[in-house]
Nanobody, 116 residues
Framework: QVQLVESGGGLVQAGGSLRLSCAAS????????MAWYRQAPGQQRELVAD???????NYADSVKGRFTISRDIGKNTVSLHMNSLKPEDAAVYYC??????????WGQGTQVTVSS
């Protein structure tokens, strides 16, 4: 069973930065794509950024220019570097992976709180 473990969440002031990490239990090359989603209270879970096996990246309009998704293949990790954080970025952030059979795997989530 694939396990995804997020870390790096916490409390930050508006304008600050955080780096989230997602450690996969398997070689991340087995996944078609890995992604970060977030869910704020009362909101639907939304895609923040993703990265394909080929290294192509995609970002939600709301985070373009502020967030960067990256991966370390040797460590089987995917990271989300978040800069210029805004109160509206506060949410639980989830790591996601989709394999070649389109099975979707989720981490347990990590809380990001942004104070104004």
């Amino acid at each position: 069973q694939v396990q995804l473990v997020e870390s790096g969440g916490g409390l930050v002031q508006a304008g600050g930065s955080l780096r989230l990490s997602c450690a996969a239990s398997e070689n991340i090359f087995r996944f078609n794509a890995m992604a970060w989603y977030r869910q704020a209270p009362g909101q639907q879970r939304e895609l923040v950024a993703d990265i394909t096996r080929g290294g192509n990246t995609n970002y939600a309009d709301s985070v373009k220019g502020r967030f960067t998704i990256s991966r370390d293949i040797g460590k089987n990790t995917v990271s989300l570097h978040m800069n210029s954080l805004k109160p509206e970025d506060a949410a639980v952030y989830y790591c996601n992976a989709v394999d070649v059979y389109y099975n979707s795997y989720w981490g347990q989530g990590t809380q990001v709180t942004v104070s104004s």
